[in-house]
Every structure is written in structure tokens, then in C-alpha cells.
């Protein structure tokens, strides 16, 4: 037995107890004639104590940071206690001391705060997961995976388990893909979503389905993307729009309840993808602050072939110095923002602006229903959405200036109502909005032959505090209108049929409606703990180039291998 | 909303309701006067009636198997009711009736009896899923599953995922690997096991860790092998064996009880490798029965060069004729055993034996410690080991014969003091036993200089009615000790540390002693199900030449993917 206890569980109750510890020296600090050792395991800190007097202080004083060892010895109460510490109030008086392992110097400090660099702590990620920050997320992520599951269980959902040696479809992204031994030149793919299979398995009966699955996807590099990511992902039989949309507010409900201690309204507010777009320039709305944007073409003459001219008013604002508003100025040029201009509304009642005539003032002001105090920022451009979005990237770069991006505030949102397809002008083609399952309305099918593009589809997005949390969909459940879906993306019916076969023939045999929906995991798990980045949230993240620097993958192969693989590298 | 109720909850108290349910019609049977409609979903089955005058009654007559419909309806009394079926006690009579997706002729019955061979149910699976038999299985796995997480997470395990984007190492079986399109050239691969980075979760200061994951092996094919499978993956720090062995036992205990109402001994028994093959003539021995291998060697004088004669003793099997005799010699002989001859020990005291002198009888009779009414099995051979594997068969075969393998009946054991190494003849190479990170003994690590084929191993297998279930180890926690094993399982310097250098260097920071153990899912999922085969336990099987006949996968892929990834098909 190599512990009696674990280094977080000693109290005063325990004094006199002889006991055994082991765990990591965390550190030294050899007083003359006392010496403490810091001993830290998984579960928290207990301060050894060695005396002067006692034969194993030498070799106490010797030990390094990060060596692991084991001690016996006898609670004793501490004379000057350390009430931040829940061991605080004791100390283990030495009497034999084993180091079980030595350790190098770390190669960066391992405490909350740290001295190392993000590409060093991810080669020594196994030192980077012994601070208390980075274990404490890890911890955080298994109990928010427990409990969902916990919920979708009591609450009917199978969890089910599809294959991850699946078949690669041109939809969506990229696939990794893995050559097959043992039939040459032929391939499987890892799945991007289990979505075929939760949709076979409804047609299998399942009436609730469940997983915590891996997905991939082999993105063109961008930061915080990570290759394999984790899905929360459902799907139900004899459901509509609304059904999925009840179930997946009561499973964030419970969750943020759980984890936060929050509740949120019972129903979350809804917007159309289309008004999303107009008050907040953005499908992921963060409705954390107001500053919705209101349009100004009616007011100002048009000029210019000028499309729209809008603002948004930043409560408090009024008094921003030359300094900040330069400022402001050269953050949008940074992010090719042009012709961003301001009206100050003094608290006076008075006004302020470089630009417009004085006889606008008071009509910006009421149209975007601003405060004594306020800034107007306002923007105009020939490409309505350009500067519909360009505001709402200003309105979130605002509300983070004055704070109002709550890591403890929590505001979810849906947005419905998205369009089917999106017209591709560069292949002059129609993609998917979502992906090519989705359900158009009952009442737009007709639009199917000439009008696609005004399709509204049966698809749902749930966003918190501007981030995607996850999104779904009604699914098709008949034959004909899937391929007409597939005609109109620009698939033949050879493509069709090779890729899609199987699924094409599954609906021919009593497929009944389904929909479903995917939370992304990572993204929840770091909104909860009112974090950006997900990396920290992955107990062995891939870098921005989608290696591993700590293992050394992706890496070469031998010679062999590709033989059997019946592969060879393109050099 | 498509429903008030699903199809499994109808009961008296809901006479007078009117209620909505959807489902596919199991059958139609039209009686003249009535007609009734079987609708079946994932809860249950209930019987939907049309009278005579019911306007409604023509177009249920024409509905098929497995169309997928809605009705409205009045809850009503049975006249005959259905005592087998929950809902047996109730009918629904129609006024409403749409069909929400028609089905075509399914090309298998959905039934428990089907009359669809495997191929065919392999190709439909999702018709197969509708199935009762199968569905059940998805329902138990999922059950299954709930409660191991739920006992691993109360007793202190974290589960943590560990990627499935690694590395290819030289270890183990083959693995499959997916070409990098951004590092041409180079390859991750699918994890054969998370065992590298269950290491570095210990190192990295995580107590106790455990993971149900998908793992990859590309095998040779053989019969009932999937390429991916499931695992429940454990790993702890400052852990003994005896701790992961009272940890596993207490897990065993805890499903087999939940899910079978069963309980084991608090300690499973425990058999030395060695002892196993003397006794069982196997490593997985099967002790729901008797039927022990004894040595008669000294007993009979040596001739010709034989180097082990023994036996076992068949329970009542004294009075088995000469055709049955004859069956079991013939069962031997396609299974290459040799030399297997008989001893009849009659009821009356009495013996018979084709083969051996009188004198022997009751030699033999005592030392295989049979009954009256035994049929001794006696088999002789050059290679020790061979006859013991050879009379292990044989103790299966018959005990199958007898209908000794309940499937009710559970008996777990640990095999313990397995060898650390092999010798691989052919390669003229020492193998690892179970895998490179397993510890030797203490007290036999002086014998890595001169003896490894000496050494003890600190691993653990669990068998269950003569299936492994699982297996572990303590590993190794010293770059020295760990460097040495991959020196005598013959890797040079270079491939150490290119392949595992990683490891070697984590190693050097504080290492604790730590240890696990694999539990395999499928298999332990069946086992309770009292089934051989794992592959109804998975919801989309591969076959045995590893291809998905339903998705097509694997498949072939297009020219501009294979070139964006680098690689070329030979042909």
C-alpha cells in the first residue's frame, strides 16, 4: 500500500494518526532548524514537517522540485496555520521518507501562474496538467459529460455508439481518411458527424438516440481549431422543430443549473436568421447587451449608390477622448472597417460629430434609442450584410471595451428560421446552409423546382453569449425530396447513388420523421467556465498545425508499412 | 406533436382516452366485420381496431408492412385480451389515420425468428435494428455502459479523452493510419490502445483515470474480430497490483449485480500462468466445472520418446456407445489431437479401455479423482505444452457435450505471474508477453541482464467463463528498466527514442508507480447477455473482411482527394 491518505484529506481530527502519504515535492524550504516540504498530489497539499533533531532532514533538504516520494509520520496540529489550505490546520511530522521517483528541473514553473510559453507546455503537456488550472478544467469536463449523460439517460436517450471506419461523402469538409490493407486502393474516412448513422438508427426504430462521440475534420488551419473534436449528439423519432427545441433547453438548463447554479428562462428567445443578421449583424448573436443596430436610410438622403447606412449608440460613451475614438477608428481600418463615423450625445443634451449636420443629431439619436451620454457610431457602405456585419463586429468590440462580456452572465438565444441553401458565387453553385439533410418548411417544398434559395429550412441554431453551442435539424424523410436536395447541390445521380445509396434505399423502407440536433462539447465545456479557448479544456490538444509536439505526430512511416498499404508518398 | 403516448404505455386506467400514437404496422389482419392493425414502436406494440362502418377500415386493409403511421383514437377495453403484451388489456379505435411514410416489401421478416441470413441482415441492418432480439441488446449495452461510468465517477475516476489522432508505433498489431494533407508525407494513426497517454495522465499528476474508447487494430481477419472495438480503460497512480485487482473486482461485482442480480465471492480466485495451462491446459481456463488436466507420467513407464501423457476425468460418461466414442475421436481428429484413447470407469466398479493394461485402471481412475461412471480421456504426446492445450479443447468440447457452459452461471478468475517475454522462434526475438510497459517483478529485475525468458511480470488477466475480459498491469516508471525491455525486445537506440521518446523523457520528471487495467466492452456486454458473439452488441458491425456491406466502406476515392493527401495508389 503505497498511501494511507491522500494529500488533500488530513484535518484536525486525524491528529496523532500515523499515516502515509506520497505525492510530489512541490517544494523545500530548509529553515535552520526546521525544514517543510510541500507534498502535492491529484487531490491537494500537505506540509511535511522534518526537525532538526530528525535524521531525515538532510536528505529532505536535498530532494528536488517534482520528485515523487512516499513518508510515514504522525499528524501533528501546526503552530502558525494556514487557513487558505483545507490541510491547513495540520502538519506530517517525518519518520521515514522513500523517494519512489526523481525528477529533472521542469522545464517552466508549475503553478497557477506559470513562466512557460504555450509551445513549451504543450511539449511537457504532462507538466502543463499538474497545475492546479489546467487539472481543475479536466475535472470540470468530466463532471459536465457525467451529468449530461446522467440527463439524456433519465430522460430516454440510448446511448449508441456508430462506427468511426466509416465511408467518405463529398459533403462538408474535408475527410481524414485511412487506406484499407486488406482491400487495396480502397479507403474508409473518419465520420465529421455520426449524422447517416443517427439517422439509420432512427429508421431502425431507435426511438431516442444519444452519443459523446469524436468527430474529425480536416479544416484548413485556423487558430483555435482543433482536428477531432467532441459532440454532444441526438437524434429522436416523431419529433418536429419544436420537440428538439423543449429537450435541448431543459439539457443546457440542467447543465448550467448543475454546474453554475443558473437558471435560465424556461424558454429561450428566438430570432430568424434573417433578423439576427439585421439587429445584431451577426447568426451568433451575443444578446448579453442591447446596442442593436437600426437602419438610417430614411433619414439621410441617398448618395453616393450608397446601400444602407446604420448605426448602433454605446451607452456611456459621450465622453471619449480624441485618444479613444482615434483609437476606435484605427481598430476598424485593422479590421477593413472604412467610413465609421460618431455623434457624441452630451450629457447636456447636447451634440458632437465631425461629420453629420446638426439637423440629424436628434433624429440618430431617438432612431437608435441612445442616452444622454452616449456614442452614435455609424456606418455606411454599398454592400448591406458587409455593413450590417461590420457593425455588428464593432458592437462586440465595444461591449469588450466597456466590460460587458460577463464570463458569469449567461445569455442563450436560438436562431431559426435559416435559408436551405446558400448560392456559391465562385463555383456557381447552391451549398448547403446546414448540410444536405436538413427539411425545408412543408410550405416551401414547392419552391424546390424553381425558387431554392427561398427556402426556409427546419433548422435551429442554439447560440450563448455569441458563441455557437450547437445546431440541428428536422430531416428529410422521403426519398424524392432528398434527391431533389442532392440535384440541386450539384450531385449526379451516379454521385447520388455511390454515395448516398444506402441512405436513399433506408428511406424506402417506413423512415418516420425524425430531427435531432449536436452540441459541441469543447465550446460548452469553456462557455461554462466562462473561457474562450478550448484548448485547455483537452487533456492533449493538437497545435495550430494540427501536431502533436509533445508525441511527434503526424510522423513518417516505414517503407514497410506503405508496401502493405499498397500506398505510395508523392514526393 | 406527433403523438400523446408511444406505443408501450396504453393500460386499462387510459380506457376513454382519446389519444394520438405513431408507429410501423407490424400487421394487418382483416377479420371481415374488423379489421386490426399490430403498431409497433421502440416501447412496445398496440393493437389499433377499425369496426365495419368505420370509413377508415378500406385504408388500413391496404396498408403494408412497415409503413409508418399516425391515428387518432379512443382508448377502449379488449373483448380478448392479451396477457403476454403490456398493452394487451386495451385497444385504440380509429378515427384518424395518416401515413406518414410508406414502405416497400422488407426483404427479411421483422420478427424474432427471421428468416434473413446474416449477410442480408448486415446489408439492412437498419431493418435488423427493428428487431426486438437486437434492439434489446442495444438497450442492455447502453445500461451497461451508464452504470460503469456511474461506479468509476463515485469512486474517484475522471474520465478523460484521450486523442485518437496519434502516432504509429512498431508495437502491438498493425495499425491504421490516416495521411496528413498539411505534413505530406506523414501519417497519424488510430490508437491500438490510449495506453502512452494513460501514462502521461499519471505522470501529469491525475489520480485515477478511466475512458470508454474506441480502439483500432488492423489484424489479420479472422471470424468475430471487429477492426474497431471498445474499451473501458483504467489507469492509477500509486497503485500495487492487489489494488487494481480489488478496484476491478469491485466493478465486476457492481455490473454483474446490477445487471444479472448476481454476486461473486468479495476475492476471485487467483491462478498462477503456470498453473493455469498444468491445470486447464489454457491462460483463459473456464472453471464453471471440474474436469482437471492430471499428469499420469509416472505412472506408466516411458517408451518412445513421449514426454507427457495425462488426462481428465468426463463426469457420467461412462455409458457413452461406441458411436459416440467414435464422435468424439473424430472431433479430435479435425482438430489435429492424436493419441487421445479412453477408459470407461463403469458404475458396477468395473472397467473398459481399448488401449491400456487392467493394471492401470485404477491408477488412473484415482489420480483424475473420477467417480463411478466416468469416462476417462487419456492423451499422450512429445510436446508438453501441446498435449496440455490439446486436453484443454477436449475439456471444453465435452463440457459443451454435457451442457456445462450455462450461460447463467458466471465464474470469474485472475490469472496472475504471467511471463514477461516470449520467445518468438520464428523471429528468433523476444516478444512481450502482454505489451512493452508492463513491470517485471522486484525481485527479478537482476534477470533482464541474462535471463529475461526468467522473469515475472506485475500483469493480471480476467477471465470469465473461460473468456478474457480483461487485462493490466503495473508499469514500468524508470527510464532505465524501460529502456533495457525495448533493448531485449530488440529495438535499436534510435527507434527508442524516435518511436517512444516522448515517454523516455517524461519518465525523467517525477514519474509515480502507477497501473491499470482494459476491460474489452463488446465482450463483457455479451458475456451478460450469456452470448458468444459480440457483433449484435454493436449497432453497425463490420464483417468479417472488415467492410461495412450497408455504408459500402471501405470505398475508393477520388483523384483530387488522393492528391491533396499526397499519396498515390499502387496498382
Given at each position: 500500500m503505497f498511501r494511507t491518505h491522500n494529500c488533500g484529506t488530513l484535518r484536525k481530527k486525524n491528529v496523532g494518526e500515523e499515516v502515509i502519504l506520497a505525492g510530489w515535492v512541490k517544494r523545500v524550504r530548509n529553515l535552520g532548524t526546521v525544514s517543510f516540504i510541500d507534498l502535492r498530489d491529484h487531490y491537494g497539499i500537505t506540509q511535511l514537517t522534518f526537525y532538526g533533531k530528525n535524521p531525515l532532514k538532510k536528505k529532505a533538504d536535498q530532494l528536488g522540485r517534482e520528485f515523487v516520494i512516499q513518508v510515514c509520520g504522525k499528524v501533528a496540529e501546526r503552530k502558525s496555520k494556514n487557513l487558505k489550505n483545507t490541510t491547513g490546520f495540520i502538519e506530517v511530522v517525518v519518520s521515514k521518507l522513500r523517494i519512489l521517483s526523481y525528477s529533472k528541473?521542469?522545464?517552466?514553473?508549475?503553478?497557477?501562474?506559470?513562466?512557460?510559453?504555450e509551445d513549451l507546455r504543450m511539449k511537457y503537456r504532462y507538466l502543463d496538467l499538474r497545475r492546479d488550472f489546467i487539472k481543475k478544467k479536466l475535472i470540470t469536463r468530466h463532471k459536465i459529460v457525467f451529468e449530461i449523460r446522467k440527463y439524456l439517460s433519465e430522460n430516454g436517450f440510448l446511448e449508441i455508439e456508430t462506427p468511426l471506419l466509416v465511408k467518405s461523402t463529398p459533403e462538408g469538409a474535408r475527410d481524414f481518411v485511412i487506406p484499407s490493407r486488406t482491400n487495396p486502393g480502397q479507403f474508409y474516412a473518419l465520420p465529421q458527424s455520426p449524422q447517416s448513422f443517427k439517422q439509420l438508427l432512427m429508421i431502425g426504430g431507435i426511438d431516442k438516440y444519444f452519443q459523446i462521440v469524436k468527430c474529425f475534420r480536416d479544416e484548413d488551419l485556423r487558430s483555435d481549431r482543433q482536428p477531432e473534436f467532441t459532440q454532444i449528439d441526438c437524434e429522436m423519432s416523431f419529433v418536429e422543430e419544436e420537440d428538439v427545441i423543449k429537450i435541448s433547453e431543459n439539457l443546457i438548463n440542467y447543465i448550467f443549473q448543475k454546474i453554475r447554479n443558473c437558471r435560465f428562462a424556461k424558454s429561450f428567445p428566438r430570432i430568424s436568421y434573417k433578423e439576427a443578421i439585421k439587429r445584431?449583424?451577426?447568426?451568433?448573436?451575443?444578446?448579453?447587451f442591447e446596442m442593436i443596430i437600426k437602419e438610417l436610410n430614411d433619414v439621410i438622403p441617398k448618395k453616393n449608390n450608397r446601400e444602407l447606412i446604420a448605426g448602433i449608440s454605446i451607452p456611456g460613451c459621450a465622453n471619449y477622448s480624441i485618444r479613444q475614438l482615434n483609437d476606435i477608428t484605427e481598430w476598424s481600418q485593422l479590421h477593413h472597417i472604412r467610413n465609421l463615423t460618431w455623434v457624441k450625445c452630451l450629457i447636456d443634451g447636447k451634440y458632437q460629430s465631425p461629420f453629420f449636420e446638426k439637423k440629424y443629431f436628434k433624429i440618430f439619436y431617438d432612431r437608435l434609442g441612445a442616452q444622454p451620454g452616449d456614442l452614435l457610431l455609424i456606418l455606411s457602405g454599398l454592400d448591406d450584410q458587409t455593413v450590417r456585419r461590420q457593425l455588428g463586429k464593432i458592437r462586440i468590440e465595444m461591449a469588450a471595451r466597456l466590460g460587458l462580456l460577463k464570463t458569469n452572465q449567461f445569455s442563450p438565444i436560438w436562431i431559426v428560421d435559416f435559408p436551405l441553401f446558400v448560392w456559391n458565387e465562385d463555383q456557381k453553385r447552391y451549398a448547403s446552409f446546414h448540410h444536405p439533410f436538413t427539411s425545408p418548411k412543408e410550405e416551401n417544398i414547392y419552391l424546390l423546382k424553381k425558387n431554392p434559395e427561398k427556402i426556409i429550412a427546419k433548422s435551429y441554431d442554439l447560440v450563448i453569449n455569441g458563441k455557437e453551442i450547437g445546431g440541428g435539424s428536422i430531416r428529410i424523410n422521403k426519398r424524392s425530396i432528398q434527391e431533389s436536395i442532392f440535384k440541386i447541390l450539384g450531385f449526379s445521380r451516379k454521385e447520388i447513388f455511390s454515395k448516398f445509396g444506402f441512405l436513399m434505399e433506408a428511406f424506402e423502407y417506413g423512415t418516420p420523421p425524425h430531427g435531432g440536433i449536436a452540441l459541441g462539447l469543447d465550446r460548452l465545456v469553456a462557455l461554462l467556465k466562462g473561457e474562450d479557448s478550448i484548448r485547455d479544456f483537452i487533456a492533449f490538444p493538437k497545435n495550430n498545425s494540427y501536431r502533436d509536439p509533445m508525441i511527434g505526430t503526424p510522423s513518417y512511416l516505414s517503407d514497410d508499412q506503405l508496401k502493405e498499404l499498397h500506398i505510395f508518398i508523392k514526393r
Open positions: 528541473i521542469p522545464p517552466f514553473i508549475i503553478e497557477e501562474k506559470t513562466d512557460g510559453n445584431y449583424g451577426s447568426d451568433k448573436p451575443d444578446i448579453r
